[in-house]
């Protein structure tokens, strides 16, 4: 059976095939930079904290906390970034504001490679740092809104979960892209060489990266839906509004969980579990690869049964079973297979809301406002539940000494996702 979306037939505009492909790679290229880069920046959080937010003396966990500090602060101008560039989107189209954000997100993440340390510039060097991360959350924020929009309004009829699910797939491989360059210079420097230099050169890798973005995104077209229904309407900022509230909701589960088991991860178990920075990247690895193996199966389900059963699935698993396989990565007894599998079944289980997520978010709201609506109701989500993750759950750890607090983290979010899935947006059709 196939589920009615709560926005769309009416926006489900036939393209031709070749369109549809171009805008799942020009949609999905910047969102994979996008997430690359964060993750990279939460591999080598011990290392940036030690080079920029720790002077000679300084604690290693304060330094840390920093740097979590700038993590968060960065994903707090999302919803400025969504904001701004998303009501440009909505106004003068969806294919100039992704061509913006792209280079504003290459460039700040390149000069972050480029930047000196606390040992060259003091004082100056966090600032410049956090600058950057600043830039960072203002074009993440935009481009979330029109990579969505982008593949759901070029995405054949009864594909839009499929479609959609490649931008949470990209995640997936951004996030395992910066995993498999951070593993391979630890494997290849000494960890003199790569705490001197060698973590400088996964952000200068965003150059090439950024160009070949840039070149997709040029030869892409204006969406159909857009072209047409750009002077429509536009629906009661009360409405807007509440379907913004209720798609950040709807999303906290899964950028919450995606951010503990997925970013945060490799610092947890090197500042509480005592593990060597090669065996946490390999966890990260490992629950990446379950990430990225549930994401588009779980869009192409949502095509047949709707969005809120796939998603509601998952955020229940994560409520009940974070706690007991966090336990497993905590017990001495449990062999390496086990735990293995278990960060691989973490990673899984968030795969079943990120997948629909993005489908979910673009049928809240109709074409003149989809872009800002979507945009926001993920950005305000992520600045609170995936930004502040690190810094809430490293800061707890630090004044409490439970080294469970990640796992309730991920379970009472979404646990309060699941609640907010069984919400019916109002005046729209139930999916």
Known sequence: MTAAPEHGPDQQTAVRPAQSRRALFAGSVGNFIEWYEFGVYGYFATIIAARFFTPEGGSEIEGLVKTYASFALAFFFRPVGAALFGRLGDRIGRRPV???????????????????????????????????????????????????????????????????SWQSFTVALGLLGGAGVAALLATVLDPRDLNSWGWRLPFLLTLPLGLAA???????????????????????????????????????????????????????????????????????????????????????????????????????????????????????????????VAVFVAGAVVGLMAGPGPAMLSELFPTNVRYTGLGLAYALSNAVFSGCAGLVITKTIERTGNVDIPGYYAAVTCAVSALTLLVTNKGTNKY
């Not at 090197?270 to 193996?293: C, E, P």
């Not at 698993?317 to 007991?324: D, G, I, Q, R, Y």
């Open 98 to 164: 992704l061509i913006t954000v792209v280079l504003l997100m290459t460039g700040a993440t390149t000069l972050i490679g480029l930047l000196p340390t606390y040992a060259t510039a003091g004082a100056l060097a966090p600032w410049l740092l956090t600058f950057l991360r600043v830039l960072q959350g203002l074009s993440a924020g935009g481009e979330f809104g029109g990579a969505v929009s982008v593949m759901t309004e070029f995405a054949p009829p009864g594909k839009r979960g499929l479609y959609g």
């Open 214 to 340: 840039l070149w997709l995104r040029l030869r892409l077209d204006e969406t159909p839906a857009f072209r047409q229904e750009r002077e429509a309407g536009r629906p009661p900022p009360r409405e807007v509004a509440r379907s913004v509230a209720l798609g950040a909701g709807r999303v906290m589960g899964w950028a919450a969980a995606g951010y503990t088991f997925l970013v945060v991860l490799p610092s947890y178990l090197q500042s509480s579990l005592n593990a060597t920075f090669q065996q946490a990247l390999v966890a990260t690895v490992l629950a990446n690869l379950g990430f990225a193996a549930t994401i588009v199966p779980a869009g192409w389900l949502s095509d047949r049964f709707g969005r809120r059963p796939v998603m509601l699935a998952g955020a229940l698993l994560v409520t009940a079973l974070a706690l007991p396989l966090l336990n497993l990565l905590q017990s001495t007894g449990t062999s390496n297979v086990v735990k293995g």
